[in-house]
């Protein structure tokens, strides 16, 4: 219809009458509201009588196709403002309280420690605050386990993430078959070795992975083979790694720590020698599961010829021993014994070994008489968690560039 706002009164009630088995409809709902503020305009609605009003307003809803209710809704509108617009609705959304450079720094911790678990990841966010007053991590200091896992499945974060021989049984009197119990005091030691694959019929390199029970204080070593030549040097050098004292040192029964080379070690050493029961596969669990969580993590499980052996023993006690035990957090277990009389052991503890070390009732009673802990704690400062992992994680890429290309070692000393 032509010009339908300008239509007479007696025009609008002949129109609807003969109407009334027609259904019309509006398509454009701007062009409606123009039509129906023309319409109100032209027929002054305000200064007509309350019938006319509502002969108006079934003329409008016949023409518009819409319902009563918004249909007076709309002419409210227009007696309170003059005029018809369409006006623009926003969703509700819930305001963001961590930026997408909130997402990016959490993605760069990420990718330096390897993804740890959200408590762990939760502690760091926290240390580089508190501890390291980085003011990129004020905001992800505040942030919770549930929300970092919000945070990672991201689009955002994921755009910056895009990356990537059994034991032998032997029967030899060498150590006793119990579980140590090191009473809360460190120097209690883990030991297990872990293989670099084999090609071709060749044997790789073998990590010598050892954890202390009670702080967790991990150092890690690589030797070419496995045998007692080349592990007498290289406990050594795993005993001067740590700054507390030895007590005890438990293993597996498997024949590279179960030898009389290893014993008189010990001995001369007054270490006492420990080895797994048989039928209590949890006696070395601790650091088993260190291997697959820290090494394996790190190194893989590809083959890694022999002849880089030297220089990935060079990588961990620059780089990769001194991240785990001062800026990478683990769970500490508490033990706690239900009304039932079972044992449980509760995960809420997250901090790095070095902190559960100075927790400990007088700790520098338990260091080696050239440690303290002023020294340690100053090499903790050197470097923040983020700092030191970014740091060990490009010296890890230069590793691996070096045994990629192939360059020979020089010969083990």
């Known amino acids: 219809m032509q010009r339908a706002e300008a239509l007479t009164l007696e025009q609008i009630e002949q129109f609807l009458a003969a109407s009334q088995a027609v259904q019309l409809k509006a398509l454009d709902r701007e062009q409606t509201y123009q039509w129906m503020e023309a319409t ?3 027929q002054r609605y305000r200064e007509q009588a309350k019938a006319v009003r509502g002969l108006l307003l079934r003329y409008l809803a016949k023409m518009t196709g819409l319902s009563t209710a918004q249909v007076d809704r709309l ?21 963001h309280r961590y930026t997408r450079a909130d997402v990016e720094l959490l993605a760069r911790v990420d990718e330096a420690h390897d993804t740890l678990s959200g408590p762990a990841t939760q502690k760091i966010l926290q240390r580089e605050w508190r501890i390291y007053r980085r003011p990129p991590f004020q905001r992800l200091a505040s942030i919770s386990v549930a929300h970092i896992y919000n945070l990672r499945k991201q689009r955002h974060y994921r755009q910056c993430r895009q990356n990537f021989t059994h034991t032998r049984p032997v029967q030899t009197p060498i150590g006793e078959r119990r579980r140590p119990d090191p009473q809360g005091q460190p120097g209690h030691l883990r030991v297990d070795t872990v293989h670099q694959g084999d090609q071709d ?8 992975n050892t954890v202390d029970e009670v702080t967790q204080w991990q150092v890690v070593l690589c030797v070419p083979q496995i045998s007692e030549g080349w592990l007498q040097p290289v406990l050594d050098s795993l005993l001067e790694q740590f700054p507390f004292h030895i007590h005890s040192f438990h293993s597996d029964n498997g024949s590279e720590f179960i030898n009389y080379t290893v014993a008189r070690l010990l001995e001369k050493l007054l270490i006492e020698q420990t080895k797994s029961r048989p039928r209590h596969s ?3 669990g601790l650091v088993e599961s260190k291997n697959g969580w820290v090494i394996r993590k790190h190194m893989g499980y590809s083959h890694i010829a022999q002849l880089h052996a030297q220089r990935i023993q060079r990588f961990f006690e620059q780089h990769f021993n001194p991240y785990l ?8 277990a508490d033990l706690e014994v239900d009304a039932q009389g079972r044992r449980r052991r509760i995960y809420r503890r997250y901090q790095t070994p070095l902190e559960t070390l100075l927790l400990l009732n007088k700790p520098q009673q338990y260091l080696r008489p050239d440690i303290t802990l002023k020294i340690l704690r100053t090499q903790a400062a050197q470097l923040s968690d983020t700092q030191a992992a970014h740091q060990m994680q490009l010296a890890k890429q230069k590793l691996f560039a070096e045994m990629r290309r192939g360059a ?3 010969p083990w000393k």
């Not at 019929?201 to 010598?208: D, P």
């Not at 035990?325 to 500490?332: F, I, K, S, T």
């Open 282 to 284: 949890n006696d070395n």
């Open 75 to 95: 002419v409210r509108r227009y007696r309170q403002s003059g005029q018809l617009q369409v006006t623009s609705y926003r969703r509700h959304r819930f305001s």
């Open 325 to 332: 035990n001062l800026h990478r957090p683990c769970a500490q």
């Open 408 to 410: 020979p070692e020089r």
């Open 201 to 208: 019929g060749v044997k790789g390199v073998y990590h010598i």
């Open 40 to 42: 109100l305009r032209v």
